[in-house]
């Protein structure tokens, strides 16, 4: 892969992403002495501490480590305090960096700790899944889950640069590949180019080096929304494509990863848009048989669509009382808002899930 840079405002503050491989050598043993002596951290989960132990301690040796447990399920404030402390019992100051080397968790937290430290030190991200690398590492998003509620507390902080490694990709279990694939989809769903891209290798979906040369690519599609709408103000609200149906089949309970939810909301939401928009079927068509095939092996037809119903009554992306806010695809590269009533909502994903 060449390595590929994709520089300019990808948030409200500049942000370098760079692509490339053997970034441990590349981008972070150069900067071992700056990181060392109060100069920085590196941040990680204990699963990507156990398969990168050596690098790490090849590449950054004197650099102090916080380790993390792994899993969504320490995404909170223990967390993040306690990686605070540790900034502060290693002496980091107003010019020390924080590096986060891992998946979006990591990420949300690291680049959290990062803004809260003396009121905001740079941040390094180098994201370790392919969830993390197409989507959450870019954009400026971080926040911790707060109140039994997901990502209530964070803030919009990007990071100096994101590293981007697809070689990290070898290491991540099939599971977490079709989870950063739904983000993939997604993203094709916007781009005409990326969707037919996919759609004439669909057999490559799984391919690592396929997936190399597609992650710049979807980087760039995302900064360049970020870019034109940092803080989520308007045309961001295109990236939560699939998400309502989406994030409400996850909170329903099923058991299916963020990303395979994605997949089944975009599902849901394009028959939706048959429905409420005008369309172009033959496409939405062949963006179901895309995601059909991604999901295969999932068992995603068994979700409680009427709990799932009622949770997207819940959503935060909801303008008015009583309504869903959708975000549907329409045409090739196309999306529109709709705000069904509950009812009718209800109705059809009720209908939908029948006809699977
Ligand atoms: N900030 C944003 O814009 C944004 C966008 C989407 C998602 N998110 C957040 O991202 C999180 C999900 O991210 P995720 O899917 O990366 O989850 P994650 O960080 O929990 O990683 C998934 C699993 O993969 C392991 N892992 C990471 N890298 C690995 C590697 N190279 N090899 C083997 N195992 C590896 C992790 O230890 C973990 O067990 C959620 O908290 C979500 O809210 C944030």
Same mark, same amino acid.
Not at 95 to 100: I, Q
Not at 101 to 115: F, P
Not at 178 to 206: P, V
């Given at each position: 892969?060449?390595?590929?840079?994709?520089?300019?405002?990808?948030?409200?503050?500049?942000?370098?992403?760079?692509?490339?491989?053997?970034?441990?050598?590349?981008?972070?043993?150069?900067?071992?002495?700056?990181?060392?002596?109060?100069?920085?951290?590196?941040?990680?989960?204990?699963?990507?501490?156990?398969?990168?132990?050596?690098?790490?301690?090849?590449?950054?040796?004197?650099?102090?480590?916080?380790?993390?447990?792994?899993?969504?399920?320490?995404?909170?404030?223990?967390?993040?305090?306690?990686?605070?402390?540790?900034?502060?019992?290693?002496?980091?100051?107003?010019?020390?960096?924080?590096?986060?080397?891992?998946?979006?968790?990591?990420?949300?937290?690291?680049?959290?700790?990062?803004?809260?430290?003396?009121?905001?030190?740079?941040?390094?991200?180098?994201?370790?899944?392919?969830?993390?690398?197409?989507?959450?590492?870019?954009?400026?998003?971080?926040?911790?889950?707060?109140?039994?509620?997901?990502?209530?507390?964070?803030?919009?902080?990007?990071?100096?640069?994101?590293?981007?490694?697809?070689?990290?990709?070898?290491?991540?279990?099939?599971?977490?590949?079709?989870?950063?694939?739904?983000?993939?989809?997604?993203?094709?769903?916007?781009?005409?180019?990326?969707?037919?891209?996919?759609?004439?290798?669909?057999?490559?979906?799984?391919?690592?080096?396929?997936?190399?040369?597609?992650?710049?690519?979807?980087?760039?599609?995302?900064?360049?929304?970020?870019?034109?709408?940092?803080?989520?103000?308007? *045309?961001?609200?295109?990236?939560?494509? &699939?998400?309502?149906? /989406? =994030? $409400? @089949?996850? +909170?329903?309970?099923? !058991?299916?990863?963020?990303?395979?939810?994605?997949?089944?909301?975009?599902?849901?939401?394009?028959?939706?848009?048959?429905?409420?928009?005008?369309?172009?079927?033959?496409?939405?068509?062949?963006?179901?048989?895309?995601?059909?095939?991604? *999901?295969?092996?999932?068992?995603?037809? &068994?979700?409680?669509? /009427? =709990? $799932? @119903?009622? +949770?997207?009554?819940? !959503?935060?992306?909801?303008?008015?009382?009583?309504?869903?806010?959708?975000?549907?695809?329409?045409?090739?590269?196309?999306?529109?808002?709709?705000?069904?009533?509950?009812?009718?909502?209800?109705?059809?994903?009720?209908?939908?899930?029948?006809?699977?």
């Amino acid at each position: 892969m060449k390595t590929e840079r994709i520089k300019g405002k990808v948030s409200a503050r500049e942000s370098v992403v760079v692509c490339r491989k053997d970034v441990f050598r590349a981008e972070l043993a150069p900067r071992r002495d700056r990181l060392s002596g109060g100069g920085g951290i590196l941040f990680t989960d204990s699963n990507v501490y156990a398969l990168y132990r050596k690098k790490i301690e090849m590449n950054l040796a004197g650099v102090p480590v916080f380790v993390m447990p792994a899993g969504e399920e320490h995404k909170n404030e223990q967390t993040l305090f306690s990686l605070l402390r540790t900034m502060a019992e290693h002496g980091l100051r107003r010019n020390s960096t924080l590096v986060a080397l891992g998946g979006g968790v990591v990420g949300d937290i690291g680049g959290l700790a990062a803004s809260l430290y003396m009121r905001g030190i740079a941040c390094i991200q180098v994201p370790t899944t392919l969830l993390a690398q197409v989507d959450s590492s870019v954009g400026g998003k971080t926040a911790v889950d707060f109140c039994g509620v997901k990502n209530l507390v964070g803030a919009f902080y990007p990071p100096e640069f994101v590293f981007a490694d697809p070689s990290f990709l070898k290491t991540l279990p099939p599971r977490e590949i079709r989870c950063g694939l739904g983000e993939i989809i997604k993203h094709a769903a916007l781009n005409a180019e990326l969707f037919d891209l996919l759609s004439q290798n669909r057999e490559k979906l799984f391919d690592l080096n396929f997936l190399g040369e597609i992650v710049p690519k979807n980087i760039a599609i995302k900064a360049d929304v970020v870019r034109r709408d940092p803080t989520e103000k308007g *045309l961001r609200r295109c990236l939560n494509l &699939g998400h309502t149906t /989406g =994030h $409400a @089949a996850e +909170l329903s309970g099923a !058991d299916l990863s963020h990303g395979e939810c994605v997949l089944v909301g975009l599902l849901y939401e394009s028959r939706i848009a048959r429905k409420y928009s005008d369309v172009d079927g033959e496409y939405l068509s062949a963006l179901e048989e895309l995601i059909r095939f991604v *999901l295969a092996g999932a068992d995603w037809k &068994g979700i409680d669509v /009427g =709990h $799932a @119903a009622r +949770l997207a009554l819940l !959503d935060k992306k909801n303008t008015k009382q009583g309504e869903i806010t959708l975000t549907v695809p329409v045409k090739k590269g196309e999306y529109a808002m709709l705000e069904l009533p509950f009812a009718a909502y209800e109705r059809a994903l009720s209908e939908i899930g029948e006809s699977l």
